[in-house]
């Protein structure tokens, strides 16, 4: 098993372009979530989607858009990139039996400039 | 969401055990204290979780106050391989997981 997968691994973006960061598990999973890690920073909630056709603000969820496409796969869309979203992000899921366990995606990092 | 307390980097020799605090004072009857870690570059992992009583798995052992105030994550015998941030969560919700700064584990040879 791959786990959790994230493409890109890493991407530059200039102020007002936009880009989806994809995100798949092949665990079965019914939850899935995105996270931001800003430089020295603990990880923060995005968005998560509790099952499929399912999806709920976390904690910034601000300038960004989600779309959970199936059960594997659920996608990030930053519409108009901004310096502030410079950040490492990160995709997880977890299944509905263990939704404590959390399962992490190796992240992607994207600069805005 | 309550909120936890940990020291923000702590040093261990390799193959002693390590105790990570972590204070959680305004913790709820309902809320599971999870450990997550967060290896250089990587994603974090799940450790450990537990309610109220001490919990032990492969990786590591949870030791829990009796008041709940407060719990410590054991690291029976440290390796290099264990350096990373470590990172105490209060969760009664099953979906979000909210992380603080976490403690940062430095592992000497």
């Known amino acids: 098993n791959a786990g959790v997968t994230q493409t890109p691994k890493f991407q530059v973006l200039k102020t007002g372009q936009s880009m989806t960061l994809q995100c798949a598990q092949d665990m079965n999973h019914n939850s899935m979530y995105w996270y931001r890690q800003d430089p020295g920073m603990g990880l923060r909630l995005i968005y998560y989607?509790?099952?499929?056709?399912?999806?709920d603000k976390g904690e910034v969820p601000n300038g960004y858009n989600v779309s959970r496409l199936n059960k594997r796969e659920f996608s990030l869309r930053l519409e108009s990139a901004a310096p502030s979203q410079t950040s490492v992000y990160f995709c997880?899921?977890?299944?509905?039996?263990?939704?404590?366990?959390?399962?992490f995606g190796p992240g992607t990092r994207l600069t805005v400039t | 969401d309550a909120k936890t307390t940990q020291p923000n980097s702590m040093e261990s020799n390799e193959e002693e055990p390590v105790h990570l605090p972590c204070n959680h004072s305004?913790?709820?009857?309902?809320?599971?204290i999870h450990w997550y870690r967060q290896l250089p570059s990587q994603g974090p992992e799940y450790v450990i979780h537990g309610l109220t009583s001490n919990v032990n798995n492969r990786m590591a052992s949870l030791a829990i106050a009796e008041d709940r105030k407060s719990s410590t994550l054991i690291l029976h015998r440290a390796t290099l391989r264990d350096a990373a941030v470590y990172y105490c969560?209060?969760?009664?919700?099953?979906?979000?997981?909210?992380f603080g700064g976490g403690t940062r584990l430095m592992v000497k040879p």
């Open positions: 989607s509790a099952s499929e056709g399912t999806t």
């Open positions: 969560i209060l969760n009664n919700a099953g979906n979000m997981l909210t």
């Open positions: 305004t913790i709820s009857g309902t809320d599971y």
């Open positions: 997880a899921s977890s299944s509905r039996r263990s939704s404590y366990e959390q399962y």
